[in-house]
Antibody, heavy 123, light 110 residues
Framework: QVLLQESGPGLVKPSQTLSLTCTVSGDSFRGSGYYWNWIRQSPGKGLEWIAYIYHTGHAYYNPSLKSRLTLSIDTSVNQFFLSLSDVTAADTAVYYCARGGPELATLNRFDPWGQGILVTVSS | QSALTQPASVSGSPGQSITISCTGT?????????VSWYQQQPGKPPKLIIYEVSKRPSGVSHRFSGSKSGNTASLTISGLQTDDEADYHCCSYANRNNWIFGGGSKLTVL
């Protein structure tokens, strides 16, 4: 059974960088063929796809967030990472990591998801 | 890219069938057979219930079915049960390697 777990600070100050980690258990990045995603949900609102990363390190970002985003991956410890710079209150959301694929064409077969982590941007 | 359009709320009685729509454009829902649906219980992460318009993951009830016509995808839940009460979200591939969600629909089982 594949499990994903998000971790990181729950409070970030405006203009700072939000950094999150997703730890994956029960699956291996290398050669799995899946794509590893970040998705967020603002309070009381819908979901927003943020980005994906492949085990090779290739990442692709939502065009609306691309200028502030960096994804990375460490296959030796089965973790991937999100960095979102210059945050504002609009970035306050529950951030989820989720597995997608197993083909890029079917990326939005997001399953499973982590439990999510609420990140609040406030001074 | 704009979000897909879903009704904010839908309701039905136990045993009935309901349908939730998800409307996009020819650049997303209408252009690709790549719509997925998620069920989200309060305080829980979304759960995949339909992918590639009409496919069900193993373990998902046959009461859930998906379809698409033109720029609108639909999720139908038959034989409504009280524990179907949840938020439902659609998601579609959009042009230029982007994936967009709908605003979510709250299902109330009366």
């Amino acid at each position: 059974q594949v499990l994903l777990q998000e971790s990181g600070p729950g409070l970030v100050k405006p203009s700072q960088t939000l950094s999150l980690t997703c730890t994956v258990s029960g699956d291996s990045f290398r050669g799995s063929g899946y794509y590893w995603n970040w998705i967020r949900q603002s309070p009381g609102k819908g979901l927003e796809w943020i980005a994906y990363i492949y085990h090779t390190g290739h990442a692709y970002y939502n065009p609306s967030l691309k200028s502030r985003l960096t994804l990375s991956i460490d296959t030796s410890v089965n973790q991937f990472f999100l960095s979102l710079s210059d945050v504002t209150a609009a970035d306050t959301a529950v951030y989820y990591c989720a597995r997608g694929g197993p083909e890029l064409a079917t990326l939005n077969r997001f399953d499973p998801w982590g439990q999510g982590i609420l990140v609040t941007v406030s001074s | 890219q704009s979000a897909l359009t879903q009704p904010a709320s839908v309701s039905g009685s136990p045993g009935q069938s309901i349908t939730i729509s998800c409307t996009g454009t020819a650049n997303d829902v209408g252009g690709y057979p790549l719509v997925s649906w998620y069920q989200q219980q309060p305080g829980k992460p979304p759960k995949l219930i339909i992918y590639e318009v009409s496919k069900r993951p193993s373990g998902v009830s046959h009461r859930f079915s998906g379809s698409k016509s033109g720029n609108t995808a639909s999720l139908t839940i038959s034989g409504l049960q009280t524990d179907d009460e949840a938020d439902y979200h659609c998601c579609s591939y959009a042009n230029r390697n982007n994936w967009i969600f709908g605003g979510g629909s709250k299902l109330t089982v009366l």
